[in-house]
């Protein structure tokens, strides 16, 4: 045991003699480098989730419909913006056919991370897509180059998209997931008067809101 030791030592003494690497030839660890910023896209069912990280101002773009498999990818599009590049982040909205329960599981993911909202240009965003706009914590509706629009359509079935009745009839569960979800989402007068409109829409009256109006109402914070 004493002859390992002192053959121990002796390396130690053998290594401190050693010529040291000259400081230019020393080796060092490989640099980090930041990976580069682009545009990923995710496809789901009757659409698309699709990211952009090349400047701070990172946004995901949802094209096509909102149900269960737009949700089950979100989480795929939100960790693309999950990088330190990214100080703003936004989602922008050209939807189409929406389930209601879907559409609210969206915004809650959105406003559990402090996302903005935007309505494509030239879009329309019903009442389904209306809910994952109001989650946005500054939420934009464009007037240019075509004017965005907000349509207050009777609320959505949660079954399908097909078998809806012409009258706005919600169930008295999808009355309180709505209320409390706009009340948590916007202010009060806003989400009061938001949730009327709502309940006043059938098949034949749509009311449609553009940027201005929805400013004034509270619904958007910012047209551009």
Request: aromatic residues 4%.
């Amino acid at each position: 045991m004493q002859w390992n030791v002192a053959l121990g030592a002796g390396a130690l003494v053998l290594a401190g003699c050693a010529n040291p690497l000259p400081p230019d030839t020393a080796p060092r660890p490989p640099a980090t480098v930041a990976p580069a910023g682009g545009v990923n896209t995710h496809h789901y069912e009757g659409g698309r989730l699709v990211t952009d990280t090349r400047t701070a101002a990172c946004t995901i773009a949802l094209h096509g419909e909102i149900h269960a498999g737009t949700v089950r990818r979100m989480p795929a599009a939100l960790q693309d913006l999950d990088t330190p590049r990214c100080t703003h982040k936004r989602l922008v909205l050209d939807a189409g056919p929406a389930l209601l329960g879907d559409a609210i599981t969206l915004g809650a993911m959105l406003r559990n991370r402090g996302y903005d909202t935007q309505v494509q240009a030239g879009s329309a965003c019903p009442t389904a897509c209306l809910m994952v706009f109001a989650a946005g914590t500054q939420r934009v509706l464009p007037e240019a180059p075509t004017a965005a629009r907000i349509a207050f359509s009777q609320i959505p079935s949660d079954h399908d998209f097909g078998h809806q009745s012409c009258q706005s009839e919600p169930s008295r569960g999808q009355q309180l997931t709505v209320t409390r979800y706009l009340r948590a989402m916007l202010p009060g007068p806003t989400a009061t008067a938001v949730y009327q409109k709502l309940l006043a829409a059938d098949c034949r009256t749509v009311d449609t809101y553009g940027p201005a109006q929805a400013l004034a109402m509270g619904l958007a914070t910012a047209t551009r």
